[in-house]
C-alpha cells in the first residue's frame, strides 16, 4: 500500500498542490475569525448577489427554497442551547430554570463563526447552482414564499417559548451592568470624601 498516508510515503504533485491550496484557504479563514462584522457584511453581500441574480432570471425558486430551509435549520442550531434541558440529561452546565440557580453560560448548539461560514457557503452553492439549467424546476413561487413563511413563524414561535421557558437570551448584548453603590462624585466630578 505504497502511497497511503505513511511517513515515507511520496506524495503525487497533484495532492501536494492541493494540500497546500487547502492550507492557505485555511489560513485566511481563519484570518477572519477575529474580524466577525466584516465577515457579515461580506455574507450580506453574497446574498444581496445572489437574490440579484434571482430576480433578473426571474428562475431558480426551488433552490432559494432549498435555501431559505437551510438558513432556518442554521438559525435553530445558532438560537438553541448546546444541551437541551427539554431532551438530554448530562452532569455538564444546564441553563437555569429558577431564580434561585447558579449562573451557567449560555453555549450555542451551532457557534458564530460555524454559522457565519456554512451560511457563507450556503450563497455560494446556490449562486453556482443558478448557471446551470437543470436546477431551475418550474415552481409557483408565491405558494413557496407563504409556505416558509408559515414554517418560520411556526419554528420561531417554538423556539421563543422554549427561551421563555428555560429564561436563557442567545445573544450577548454587552457587558452587564447592575444597580450597586452609587458613586457620591458631586457636580464638579470630584468625590465627597
Known amino acids: 500500500m505504497e502511497g497511503f498516508g505513511g511517513e515515507g510515503a511520496a506524495a503525487s504533485p497533484v495532492s501536494q498542490r492541493a494540500h497546500e491550496a487547502w492550507r492557505m484557504y485555511q489560513y485566511y479563514l481563519d484570518k477572519t475569525t477575529p474580524h466577525s462584522v466584516y465577515r457579515w457584511i461580506g455574507t450580506l453581500v453574497i446574498a444581496a448577489i445572489y437574490c440579484l441574480r434571482v430576480y433578473y432570471i426571474q428562475g431558480f425558486y426551488i433552490i432559494s427554497y432549498a435555501l431559505g430551509i437551510y438558513l432556518l435549520n442554521l ?51 446556490a449562486f453556482v447552482m443558478t ?51 452609587k458613586s457620591s462624585a458631586g457636580p464638579s466630578g470630584s468625590r465627597a470624601d
Not at 438553541?80 to 450555542?108: A, C, M, N, Q, Y
Not at 448584548?173 to 453603590?181: D, F, L, P
Open 75 to 125: 438559525l435553530i442550531g445558532f438560537l438553541s442551547p448546546l444541551v437541551d434541558p427539554e431532551i438530554e440529561i448530562t452532569d455538564g452546565p444546564l441553563l437555569p430554570t429558577k431564580g434561585s440557580d447558579e449562573f451557567k453560560p449560555f453555549i450555542r448548539r451551532l457557534p458564530e463563526f460555524k454559522f457565519w461560514y456554512s451560511m457563507t457557503k450556503a450563497f455560494c452553492i
Open 131 to 181: 448557471f446551470f439549467s437543470m436546477f431551475d424546476v418550474p415552481v409557483f413561487w408565491p405558494i413557496l414564499l407563504c409556505y416558509w413563511i408559515v414554517l418560520f413563524v411556526l419554528t420561531m414561535r417554538r423556539q421563543i417559548s422554549h427561551m421563555i421557558k428555560y429564561k436563557y437570551v442567545p445573544f450577548n448584548i454587552g457587558k452587564q451592568r447592575y444597580g450597586g453603590k
